[in-house]
Nanobody, 125 residues
Framework: QVQLVESGGGSVQAGGSLRLSCAASGYTYSNNLMGWFRQAPGKEREGVAAIYTVSGITYYADSVKGRFTISRDNAKNTVYLQMNSLKPEDTAMYYC??????????????????WGQGTQVTVSS
């Protein structure tokens, strides 16, 4: 059973930074696709970034390119999302997700079979 536990959310002022962590357990070692999604009140869940755990290939939404960086530490089974130059529109619940085997488009949430509980990020102006 794959389990994902996020941490690192909080409240910051615009221009600030946060780093989210996602500790994973229970999946077999393969080139899995780990993603970060976010959902603001009244909006659909959207893909923010994703990374293949073996190859290290990364993907980003246009809205966060140049500001967010996704990385992984395979020894710790942990994926990170470094968020810099945060904007009020980045305010949302952020979710870590696992696509075991890495199939399909990175930004489509149905391709991910496992989800964390979410961590809140609030950016004030």
């Amino acid at each position: 059973q794959v389990q994902l536990v996020e941490s690192g959310g909080g409240s910051v002022q615009a221009g600030g930074s946060l780093r989210l962590s996602c500790a994973a357990s229970g999946y077999t070692y393969s080139n899995n696709l780990m993603g970060w999604f976010r959902q603001a009140p009244g909006k659909e869940r959207e893909g923010v970034a994703a990374i293949y755990t073996v190859s290290g290939i990364t993907y980003y939404a246009d809205s966060v390119k140049g500001r967010f960086t996704i990385s992984r530490d395979n020894a710790k089974n942990t994926v990170y999302l470094q968020m810099n130059s945060l904007k009020p529109e980045d305010t949302a619940m952020y979710y870590c997700a696992a696509n075991v085997g890495g199939y399909g488009s990175w930004y489509l949430s149905p391709n991910y079979g496992y989800w964390g509980q979410g961590t809140q990020v609030t950016v004030s102006s």
